[in-house]
Each structure stands twice: as C-alpha cells, then as structure tokens.
C-alpha cells in the first residue's frame, strides 16, 4: 500500500495481495451479459420494469416497453439481484417480517481513469502496480487498483457539496494542484477533466437486510441483500460467495428431499443462516475500512500494527494472518476472519504487554543493582 501525504508511506503487499485484480463495474456487467448470451438455457429481457411480484404463486407483472405493456411471467424460484434499490425485496417485505437497515454516508464518488504508459513503446504501468496507491486527506481521499490491461482504476470519494463546488475546469484543477499534484501528470488534465464531469457519480450506501429469503419462493443475492461501501472491494466477491452458497444448499437439500418444494424452503432457510452473519460482518468491515483509509493509514499506530502484523505473518502464518488477508484471500467466512482477528489483536497487545513490563522489571533491577551508564 502506497499511503501518499506530505511523504510517501511505502507498504508493500503480501504474495497473496499481489493477485488482487481490479475490474471497471461496466466492463463486468458486459462480460455478464455476453456469456449470458451464450447459453441456450438463458432468456433475456430487456425494458421489462418489475412492478409487482406475488411469491405464493410465483408470478411477477412488467410493464413493458414504452407503452408499459403489462406482462406476466411465472416461476419456481424467483431471485433478486436487482441491486441497492432492489424492487424485489421491497416486495419481500411486504410479505415476510424481514429486519431491514440502511445507512448513507456523506460521500460520492466518481471513477477517474489513469492510462498505461509507453516506455520504449512498450506498455507499462504509470506506477507501481504491486501497490494499493491511496491518498488519504481525511475528508476525502483517491484510491487507485492496478487493472490487467497496465492502467489503474483510480476513485475520487468526496463529499456531495465538495462536488457540486468544483463545477469548472479551473476549479478541477485547482483543487487537484492543492491536494493531489503528483496525480495529475499521471491521469493527464484532458482524461482527468473529461472523467470528472463525464463519468456518474455514484453515491455510498450500506444495507442489511434478514433473511434474505421467503417461503420456498424468493431469494437475494448481492447488493439486493447486503449493498456495502466500496472501501474494502468486496462487494462483488461477497455477491459471488452468494451464489456459491446458493448452489451448496440446494444441492444439499433437493437432493435427499422427498419433495422439491420441502426441499427448496429447507434450502433458502440454510441460505439465509448461513449469509446473514457473514454479509452483516463484511457491511461492517468496509464502514471500518472506509475510517481507516480516510486518515488511519496516515497515523504512526496504524503504521506500526502493520509492520508488526506483517513481520509476525512472515514469519510465522500459522500464528498470524493480517484481516484484509483473511478477507480478500482466503475462504475464511467474513464473520470467522473478524473474530480470529479480535483473537489475533488481543494477542499481540498480551505480547507487548508483557515485552514492556519484562524491559521495566529489567530497568529497575538493573537500577537496584546499581549499574550505572557510562557515556564517552
């Protein structure tokens, strides 16, 4: 990690950290469709909006097209990855008690594209591309994640009034001159300006929803369940283990059930139980991450908890594993990686606890003894 402020903080990533990927939301959303595509099994519809959905039997109404043609479709299961502002569970709740909570925090952001440079024309990266670069202004702060392709996906996060101040090219540049000089060579004014007022705004919101369920009917998956502030890039991963819990529980329950509807209720209460906690843990850990990153990774114990955690890790990984490793590179549920991280953290204050009182007990006996020192 590369924490830039008034001096460089330079913190490499582990092995593990290195394989992280970044990965433009629009450019995924096409690869998803295109293999959608390609499968014979998959319908897609387009301009259909969802406007009412009746679980007990299995049907939603679409208004189609811009006509709003009212259209019926039916089916066994009825999944929804409609993300944030997801209609499907608002219909869940009309008919299901499901505990339901949102928090905004004051912040947008907006996705700034750095480009690849040429170096004896050869494309390279513009930095460091084995580092999570990070500029941390406690109000606001840029973030930038190498992508395959020798660029970096760099994210201003600022809060709405300061967008809606920097409304002109002078104003941009101004601003990026005072907090962010390095950057703007390595962005360009033209990309940097034409990405600021082009590229949307997107604002920043964290959801819980329990169960993520109902009846033998309905199911969510992703933002739709457990939206999450993007300060910990799990979001899509989190949606992703969604999914495969989805396949094991229904493989699992179908299989030895005597009948399909038993069994597919079985299955969406497993889900739940099992995602819930994990998907509560994880809006918690990017909430956490969003502070740290905002101004943490600039304070000296920031800086020394890292180092330790990284020496110990080195060292001995079967004793420590840091948090963000157990997050982004392991199986580890979210819930279990933040509790052996509690462990893990009560350990290492135990260790210094006792180092310190065992270098006091060492002064003092020493000064008992009466060594004294002795300076040339």
Same mark, same amino acid.
């Given at each position: 990690?590369?924490? $830039?402020?008034?001096?460089?903080?330079?913190?490499? $990533?582990?092995?593990?950290?290195?394989?992280?990927?970044?990965?433009?939301?629009?450019?995924?959303?096409?690869?998803?469709?295109e293999a959608a595509e390609k499968?014979?099994?998959?319908?897609?519809? %387009?301009e259909h909006k969802l406007n009412r959905i009746d679980f007990s039997k299995g049907s939603m109404d679409f208004l189609q097209g811009p006509e709003k043609t009212k259209v019926t479709k039916h089916a066994d299961l009825i999944v929804g990855t409609d993300g944030a502002y997801s209609k499907v569970r608002g219909q869940m709740m009309r008919m299901t008690r499901m505990n339901y909570q949102q928090e905004y925090i004051d912040e947008c952001y907006c996705e700034l594209h750095m480009p690849?440079?040429?170096? /004896?024309?050869? $494309?390279?990266?513009?930095?460091?591309?084995?580092?999570?670069?990070?500029?941390? $202004?406690?109000? +606001?702060?840029?973030?930038?994640?190498?992508?395959?392709?020798?660029?970096?996906?760099?994210?201003?996060?600022?809060?709405?009034?300061? +967008?809606?101040?920097?409304?002109?090219? /002078?104003?941009?540049?101004?601003? +990026?001159?005072?907090? %962010?000089?390095?950057?703007?060579?390595?962005?360009? /004014? /033209?990309?940097?300006?034409?990405?600021?007022?082009q590229n949307p705004r997107?604002?920043?919101?964290?959801?819980?929803?329990?169960?993520?369920?109902?009846?033998?009917?309905?199911?969510?998956?992703?933002?739709?369940?457990?939206?999450?502030v993007p300060f910990y890039g799990q979001g899509l991963n989190c949606g992703l283990q969604d999914v495969q819990v989805l396949f094991k529980v229904l493989d699992e329950h179908l299989i030895c059930s005597a009948t399909v509807p038993y069994g597919l209720q079985q299955a969406l209460e497993a889900y739940s139980a099992e995602r819930v906690e994990d998907c509560h843990a994880m809006c918690d850990l990017a909430m956490y991450n969003h502070k740290e990153l905002r101004s943490g990774?600039?304070?000296?114990?920031y800086l020394i908890r890292r180092r330790l955690e990284r020496w110990i890790h080195q060292r001995a990984p079967q004793v420590l594993v840091p948090l963000y490793c157990m997050v982004s590179f392991s199986t580890i549920p979210y819930s279990e990686a933040i509790r052996r991280w509690r462990r893990q953290s009560i350990g290492i204050l135990v260790v210094l606890s006792v180092l310190a009182l065992i270098s006091m007990v060492s002064l003092f006996w020493l000064v008992a003894q009466g060594v004294t020192t002795v300076y040339s």
């Open positions: 990690m590369t924490a $830039r402020s008034s001096a460089a903080v330079l913190q490499a $990533r582990t092995a593990l950290m290195r394989s992280a990927i970044g990965l433009l939301s629009r450019f995924f959303n096409v690869l998803v469709l499968c014979p099994e998959v319908t897609m519809y %387009f690849a440079k040429l170096v /004896e024309g050869k $494309r390279t990266y513009a930095m460091d591309p084995n580092h999570l670069h990070i500029w941390p $202004r406690h109000k +606001f702060l840029i973030t930038a994640i190498p992508d395959r392709d020798h660029t970096f996906t760099c994210t201003l996060f600022m809060p709405y009034g300061m +967008f809606e101040a920097i409304d002109t090219n /002078e104003k941009l540049m101004e601003f +990026f001159a005072t907090y %962010f000089k390095d950057i703007i060579p390595l962005i360009g /004014e /033209e990309t940097l300006q034409k990405d600021y007022f997107g604002s920043l919101i964290s959801i819980k929803a329990s169960p993520h369920h109902v009846l033998a009917k309905g199911v969510l998956l992703g933002d739709s369940a457990h939206a999450m990774v600039t304070s000296l114990s």
